[in-house]
């Protein structure tokens, strides 16, 4: 399989047995694993294009952002890891926690669906704002390809993870 075809192989089976064991034991933080540094740059480019940058905060993949700054910086997405690090600093100064954003959702019901501003009012604009200023900033199509480099230089780790043979 080429590094492309590798990614994308594990874009879909990081959502399935046995790979999302690794979320559950905390595995998924360990920056010496090729498949978990993948895992983290995964959730985090599909979070942030399905839900948006403030949205990644406070989710699951958002209890991971530190995690996710090291893989950024291990796939050599040095750039994209600078940019996430002030994304973080400028929520945290916010008080834009991941806790927090969580302690907001404890009130609804399980599954509800509901937009960012609703959920928290304007208590983070200006946060969200700055947040926003520097997401845009951000090149995931350069962050894709530090992966897939990353991903075919861990090749032989990535097929046996996925269970395939001819790697």
């Avoid at 790979?19 to 998924?28: A, F, H």
């Avoid at 040095?78 to 973080?88: G, P």
Wanted: with cysteine.
């Amino acid at each position: 399989m080429t590094p492309e075809d590798l990614l994308g192989e594990l874009s879909i089976r990081i959502y399935e047995p046995p790979l999302t064991d690794m979320r559950e034991d905390g595995r998924i933080c360990n920056a010496a694993d090729p498949v978990a540094v993948l895992m983290l740059i995964l959730d985090f480019d599909t979070e942030v294009a399905m839900n948006g940058i403030d949205n990644f905060i406070g989710n699951s993949s958002g209890r991971y952002t530190r995690a996710t700054i090291t893989a950024l910086q291990t796939i050599g997405a040095q750039s994209q890891a600078a940019l996430l690090e002030k994304i973080l600093a400028v929520a945290d100064e916010a008080g834009m926690t991941h806790d927090a954003i969580q302690e907001d959702r404890s009130g609804l019901d399980e599954f509800a669906i509901t937009s960012f501003e609703k959920l928290h009012g304007d208590k983070w604009d200006a946060a969200s704002d700055g947040i926003q200023t520097l997401d845009a900033q951000i090149d995931y199509s350069d962050m894709l390809a530090c992966a897939e480099s990353y991903a075919g230089n861990h090749s032989a780790v990535l097929h046996r993870a996925l269970g395939i043979i001819d790697g």
